[in-house]
């Protein structure tokens, strides 16, 4: 099983908004609805953001959402902050049963 | 709140089994499903395997034929031994709870431990 897709790296400035996406295949991102998104920051364990697709635990800001089309996940981050910069990685069911993204970096201009 | 605490060996020989413990405080083992995941330095993300409180289990397919993964309920922790290990078994491992309680496993890691760093090394 492969590692899902994501860019190297995106950046934005201070209150605009980023996309991150995360691309599979049908065997995982596109056949079921269980993405998940987790940020983390240098030297810190992965913190949950986002869970099948589009549900945001409680505590987790809502300029953090999520979505799917076909086999591309995203993670749109809207009115980007300072604390923002870190890095990201989705993780899909795959029936192995799990795959993660290969991670992006957030850089907030 | 549950709170998760890798413990080990920070270095294992090459060929050698590694075994990590975690331990679970402030919520019981029981009627959750429980994960290892680890990331080399500098690297991605990688599942490891699963176990659920009953001793349940599902691996990687590529670390299968090398893993174990035990539960011990009595002592609210649960195992990981990963055996004929190389320079590429280096990485920070994470335990983490799969999201809600319940026989049909959620698919998504909340929450982590703060991770073990464990060396391959000779």
């Known amino acids: 099983q492969s590692a899902l897709t994501q860019p190297r790296s995106v950046s934005g400035s201070p209150g605009q908004s980023v996309t991150i996406s995360c691309t599979g295949t049908s065997s995982d991102v596109g056949g079921y609805n269980y993405v998940s998104w987790y940020q983390q920051h240098p030297g810190k364990a992965p913190k949950l953001l986002i869970y099948d697709v589009t549900k945001r635990p409680s505590g987790v800001p809502d300029r953090f959402s999520g979505s799917k089309s076909g086999n591309t996940a995203s993670l749109t981050i809207s009115g980007l902050q300072a604390e923002d910069e870190a890095d990201y990685y989705c993780c899909s069911y795959a029936g192995t049963p799990y795959v993660f993204g290969t991670g992006t970096k957030v850089t907030v201009l | ?122």
């Open chain 2, 1 to 122: 709140q549950v709170q998760l605490q890798e413990s080990g060996p920070g270095l294992v020989k090459p060929s050698e089994t590694l075994s990590l413990t975690c331990t679970v405080s402030g919520g019981s083992i029981s009627n959750y499903y429980w994960s290892w995941i680890r990331q080399p330095p500098g690297k991605g993300l990688e599942w490891i395997g699963y176990i659920y409180y009953i001793g349940t289990t599902n691996y990687n397919p590529s670390l299968k034929s090398r893993v174990t993964i035990l539960v011990d309920t009595s002592k609210n922790q649960f195992t990981l031994k990963l055996t004929s290990v190389t320079a590429a078994d280096t990485a920070v491992y994470y335990c983490a709870r799969h999201g809600v309680g319940g026989y049909y496993v959620s698919n998504w890691f909340d929450p982590w431990g703060q991770g073990t760093l464990v060396t391959v090394s000779s």
